[in-house]
């Protein structure tokens, strides 16, 4: 009888054995769908600090292919993240001030009311927008007549086709410049991101005419430098204001380089004014329209 008994109990105790070894041989098996590395559309979309931790979490080789399939402004912003050792965060914010404020170089020919210029013309500091990928600039719906008596709207439709901006510090002698449309709530609609040559110092830079990427709507724009980390790229920022136009300084997330783009996280900063200027047929009275030099 207990020799019965043995031989009984073997049988159901063993596929139970071999039931709890297979299914703990499962559990253990990777999920391939679970484990695989986000796509290269699912990286575009992230902001730029869960990309940084996303593009860190890979193996090398995995990395290394998703960052050269990286759309160029965000290729630039994690490679310049990890040189500079400074990874994206939220407490990387605030405006830091020069040792030594200095004057901004007036460009020739200049004539007065064909630019929208809210900084006083002295480079205070650096302003750091919170992570790296955002585009610090202002926010622009009025400026200066033409006397620089009264202050007068932008117009409801304008094409920007001329930018003047002074740079603390430029990286690979290149820049991104960023313009929007249509702010509503902490969007806006990217209407241009165009990389053009730049150096520490003022750049000016004259916009195609004839596109139509660069042409806002709704009565204001925002307009600014895309920043990868404040230590490699950084805007001049002015304290002041020119003509008492307020402090108009704006930083939003630059999604890329393909239009059209949503910016997100919109932030009216204030307090100060990002040292870029805009030109174009932006301003009302008739008399400040189609101009050839700011």
Known sequence: MHGKSAAFWLVPVAFVLLTLG???????????EADAPPSVE??????????????RAMDRDARI???????PKQRRAYKSAGRSGAAPTVENS???????????????????GTTIQYDSGTVTGTFTACCVGRMVG????????????????????????????????????????????????TQAAQVTSRSIPAAPGLNVHTVNPTVTDNVYRGGSFLAGIYQFVVASTAVGID?????????????????????????TGYRFVGGRNAIFRVGGNLVTPIELIDFEIE
Do not use: C, K
């Not at 297979?22 to 391939?32: C, E, F, V």
């Not at 292919?65 to 759309?71: F, M, P, Q, T, W």
């Open 94 to 112: 605030g405006y830091q001030s020069l040792s030594e404020p200095r004057r901004v170089e007036q460009p020739t020919g200049r004539v007065a």
């Open 239 to 263: 304290t002041n204001t020119n003509g008492g136009q307020g402090l108009n300084l704006v930083t939003i997330a630059d999604p890329g380089t393909a239009m059209p783009n949503t910016g």
């Open 65 to 71: 292919a998703a960052v050269n399939a990286l759309d």
């Open 22 to 32: 297979l299914t703990s041989t499962l559990d253990g098996q990777a999920n391939p």
């Open 138 to 185: 202002n926010r622009y719906n009025s400026a200066l007549n033409a006397a620089g008596t009264a202050l007068v709207p932008v117009e409801q439709t304008g094409t920007i086709t001329r930018v003047s901006f002074e740079m603390v510090r430029t990286f690979f002698s290149a820049v991104f410049w960023s313009a929007y449309s249509n702010v509503s709530g």
């Open 42 to 55: 699912a990286l575009g979309a992230m902001d730029e600090a869960e990309r940084h931790r996303a593009l």
